[in-house]
């Protein structure tokens, strides 16, 4: 038997993490057991954590380094991976395999501030069977939000950052915002 792999992916503040804890949460209420798995980049807790207070230890810290064919599956009901995007492209090959075994559920961005597809995502799109958008509002106007706009924002102004490097900048609403396309737009002309 194969099961599925799942993509879901939304803007910032979309409630991705919350989801996750969600459904690891009701698994294990049922004496289930469940693997959640996050980047090690991503630095901002050892935790889990949703901005609207849960939070879960992490199981396994995925790096550079990690074969995620290596994980004892034994009795393991779900694999559950909040901030996909981060993850190399082997990595989503390696969850892909893992779907022989059991449901494997990630969550992410699709694309970063410049609107480009992260690689982790970009791979998950080619490779998954679910892919199911998580909505979330523009925090200008109120309409459906796609792009996560990165700011400058000090006392006196807020400025959007189009341009710049590849290099990973993890950060929440000091930074990130979830906007629409006229409205991210607007900024620029």
């Known amino acids: 038997m194969t099961y599925k792999l799942y993509f879901r992916y939304g803007c910032m503040n979309s409630s991705k993490t919350a989801n996750l804890l969600m459904i690891a949460h009701n698994y294990e209420s049922q004496n289930k057991k469940v693997l959640v798995l996050k980047p090690s980049i991503d630095t901002r807790t050892p935790n889990i954590t949703s901005r609207c207070g849960i939070s879960r230890n992490v199981d396994i810290f995925i790096d550079n380094a990690t074969n995620l064919l290596d994980i004892d599956l034994t009795d393991i009901v779900c694999l559950l991976v909040d901030e996909v995007q981060f993850l190399e492209e082997k990595h989503i090959e390696q969850l892909r395999q893992l779907t022989k075994y059991t449901p494997v559920i ?10 480009i ?45 189009k341009e710049g ?5 993890i950060g929440y609403e000091e930074k990130y915002q979830a906007m629409c396309w006229n409205c991210w737009f607007s900024y620029f002309n």
Do not use: Q
């Open 106 to 115: 990630c969550y992410g961005l699709k694309t970063d501030y410049k609107t």
């Open 117 to 161: 597809l992260f690689p982790g995502s970009k791979r998950l799109i080619e490779l998954a069977d679910s892919i199911e958008e998580i909505k979330t509002i523009c925090v200008d106007c109120g309409k459906k939000s796609i792009i996560n706009a990165k700011f400058f924002i000090n006392e006196n102004s807020k400025k959007i950052i």
């Open 165 to 169: 490097d590849n290099a990973i900048d």
